[in-house]
């Protein structure tokens, strides 16, 4: 769900040590109290409009000096908690239905399930299994999970005549290319167009046939190199690894009638979700307690009154890192607020790019995400600290705000399988045994392709005006 911390993996080498990312927040807090003292302040005036709160372009005043002093900059946190509660509440409580989901078994042992039958029939083997993660990547954020499907995915590349590359690419690949399309990420997309003042989940069509090109795209890059190595096993990117197969084996749970009826809870409220954001105006709130009567409806069923409440405390737990640092994220709002210099950022960012042609303006912001994925590799983090600054940039530039999440949710998903912050990377890499090099060997033609895709689909997207 790319909410746990993801942080650099222990080496040998110790004249670096990335910072831990609550570090980096602290340290950005901090750069804005300063702020505060340096830049001059100044508002917008700003309009309600088709429910958004956007900024008058032109309106732009030099008001009053606040700056915020230095036991503001620790009040500041509680009240970016008080300021994200609904979205931070949000997090909690639907990563703990997940963590109840979890415990059932069920995702794991239906996963297993359909990937050895695809195991019998390699033709279909590499598209149907990314294809499969890719789903789940898209609906529930399944990020962190796939790590525990490596050594299947590898198991079966290898009796198929591929090697460990090839079975770790079908797998994390596949629910990377799902987790950056974001239809129904309630994590990563559900939390910027909250913070955007953008209808949830809006945009749907277009995300989805940006996310099948995307699929598309890596599928045909993984069977490609997958049939090269096939046709020639020394063509492999690991092929003098492979001669000493070291790889842990992961048992799953027989699947049952029992996980069958979890997983059509879950499927049915999935549904039940979109329909009631489509057709009846839910928004977090009533996702919350939809998700909620999943959780409960699936554990009773399958784990009992005590395992069910457990297990939604353990699944609160894991997401605590992404659920909390929302609140810190927001805490540099509220100071850039109460400092009345947001407004003078926002006007800088935009007289610098204002005069460039819109396609420059939205590419550059995508720019702006990319870089920041690497610091604030949590979803919902990066979402919390970088929206309030671009969804009114994007009213400046006359850019929709659907546009900015959409240079959000590409900046943020595709870079984690490169960037060696991402925990969940290192970590599958390490029970792969493939070496951080020699993955970018793989996967670096492919991300570059992924940057041009996510830029034309940005492009498109402004020339379309998606909102």
Not at 14 to 38: G, N
Not at 71 to 76: H, V
């Amino acid at each position: 769900m790319n909410l746990a911390p993801k942080e650099t993996p222990k080496t040998d080498r110790t004249f670096f040590k990335m910072p831990h990312t609550y570090a980096i927040i602290m340290a950005i807090l901090v750069l804005s109290l300063i702020a505060t003292y340096v830049l001059p302040a100044g508002q917008f005036d700003r309009d309600k409009m088709d429910g958004q709160t956007v900024v008058v372009d032109g309106t732009y005043k030099a008001v009053e000096s606040a700056p915020v002093d230095f036991f503001g900059l620790f009040q500041a946190i509680p009240k970016g908690m008080e300021a994200g509660a609904a979205i931070i509440f949000y997090i909690f409580l639907v990563g703990g239905v997940f963590g109840i989901i979890r415990k059932t078994g069920a995702i794991e042992s239906g996963i297993s399930q359909l990937i050895n039958r695809f195991g019998q029939k390699g033709h279909i083997m590499i598209p149907a299994t990314m294809f499969l993660f890719s789903i789940a990547g898209a609906t529930i954020g399944l990020a962190e999970e796939t790590i525990i499907f490596v050594p299947i995915g590898i198991m079966l590349a290898r009796a198929l005549g591929y090697d460990a590359m090839t079975g770790a690419a079908i797998v994390s690949l596949g629910a990377a290319v799902g987790f950056a399309g974001g239809m129904l990420n309630p994590f990563t997309v559900g939390v910027a167009q909250s913070i955007a003042e953008v209808p949830l989940f809006s945009g749907l069509g277009y995300r989805t046939a940006v996310y099948l090109v995307f699929l598309a795209v890596t599928i045909a890059y993984v069977w490609r190199y997958a049939s090269r190595v096939k046709k020639d096993p020394t063509k492999s990117l690991v092929h003098d690894l492979e001669q000493h197969r070291h790889t842990q084996t992961v048992e799953f749970e027989k699947f049952t009638k029992r996980h069958a009826f979890v997983l059509l809870v879950l499927v049915g409220g999935i549904t039940l979700n979109v329909i009631g954001i489509f057709e009846w105006g839910w928004y977090l709130t009533e996702l919350t307690a939809s998700f909620l009567i999943i959780g409960l409806v699936a554990g009773l069923a399958s784990l009992g009154v005590n395992k069910t409440f457990d297990s939604l405390i353990d699944g609160a737990k894991a997401v605590t890192f992404g659920a909390l640092i929302v609140g810190f994220a927001r805490a540099i709002v509220v100071i850039l607020e109460e400092g009345r210099v947001i407004d003078t950022v926002i006007y800088g960012l935009s007289e610098a790019v204002g005069h460039l042609p819109t396609s420059l303006a939205v590419i550059g912001m995508y720019a702006v995400q990319l870089i920041t994925n690497f610091f604030i590799p949590s979803g919902s983090g990066q979402a919390a600290t970088t929206m309030p600054i671009m969804a009114p940039l994007s009213d400046l530039l006359g850019i929709e705000r659907q546009v900015a999440v959409l240079a959000f949710q590409y900046g943020d998903g595709l870079t984690n399988m490169v960037f060696p912050t991402s925990a969940h990377l290192m970590a599958f890499l390490a029970i792969a045994g493939i070496p951080y090099e020699r993955w970018l060997r793989f996967v670096g033609k492919l991300f570059a392709i992924w940057i041009v895709l996510a830029c034309c689909a940005l492009l498109l997207a402004v020339m379309l005006g998606i909102k």
